[in-house]
């Protein structure tokens, strides 16, 4: 069995300060690591993934997280955040079986950017 | 990537009815997957839809609540039976990318709303 653990379910931050959004997961096997964001009212996106190589993963709008696997952490930061940043992130992870690549998601991280 | 429309995006219904979602997807896909997001709450995988086979449910959701059907490579629905308050969730759908990265693109989601 695999998990996602997102000790933040909220983080409050000014604009241009940098954030570090937290993930530590659990899991027996191998996985491939992501995040997603989802602005109100709207669907999932992909701000970036780990799938090997690399340990720092660079994504989209600035955003990077770096994987750890002695911690099993996969946190995201970004050095200097945006009113735009508000929104939900999401951890995720997957593990390949039979019936495809299933995703296990964490509960979630409120980003809050105020000016 | 892959381009997924949903419908309808939002409905609100009454309690015993049944909800019919669509998913459709720009480009053909084997695998196609439910989510449903409750108020507040990460996602929970429901079930995963393979063109031509039965849909593979998770714990706890079955097939008689949540009836699947797959027809072809780019569509799909999933069908809440019987609704009740507690089914009040954003349902989602995703499907795998067409490279071999593990990388899964959602659609914008089903706001469902039972009285």
């Known amino acids: 069995a695999q998990s996602v653990t997102q000790l933040d379910s909220q983080v409050p931050v000014f604009e241009e300060a940098p954030v570090e959004l937290r993930c530590n997961y659990s899991?027996?096997?191998?996985?491939?690591l992501f995040w997603y964001v989802q602005y109100p009212n709207q669907g999932l996106q992909l701000l970036l993934k780990?799938?090997?190589?690399?340990?720092l993963v660079k994504g989209i709008n600035g955003f990077e997280a770096e994987f750890n696997k002695s911690q099993t952490s996969f946190h995201l930061r970004k050095p200097s955040v945006h009113i735009s940043d508000t929104a939900e992130y999401f951890c995720?992870?997957?593990?390949?079986?039979?019936?495809?690549?299933?995703?296990?998601f964490g509960t979630g991280t409120q980003l809050k950017v105020e000016l | 990537s892959a381009v997924i429309s949903q419908k309808p995006s939002r409905d609100i219904c009454q309690r015993g009815t049944s909800l019919t979602i669509q998913c459709q997807v720009d480009?053909?896909?084997?695998?196609m997957f439910w989510y449903r997001q409750q108020p507040g709450q990460s996602l929970t995988l429901i079930a995963t839809?393979?063109?031509?086979?039965?849909?593979?449910?998770e714990s706890g959701f079955v097939i008689d609540k949540f009836p699947i059907s797959r027809p072809n490579l780019t569509f799909s629905t999933l069908t809440v039976s019987n609704m009740s308050p507690e089914d009040s969730s954003i349902y989602l759908c995703?499907?795998?990318?067409?490279?071999?990265?593990?990388?899964?693109?959602f659609g914008p989601g089903t706001r469902l709303t039972v009285l």
């Open positions: 995720a992870v997957s593990r390949r079986t039979g019936g495809g690549n299933k995703l296990t």
């Open positions: 899991s027996s096997v191998s996985v491939y």
């Open positions: 839809a393979n063109q031509g086979s039965e849909a593979t449910y």
């Open positions: 995703s499907v795998e990318g067409l490279a071999a990265d593990n990388e899964q693109f």
């Open positions: 480009s053909q896909v084997t695998m």
């Open positions: 780990y799938l090997s190589g690399s340990t």
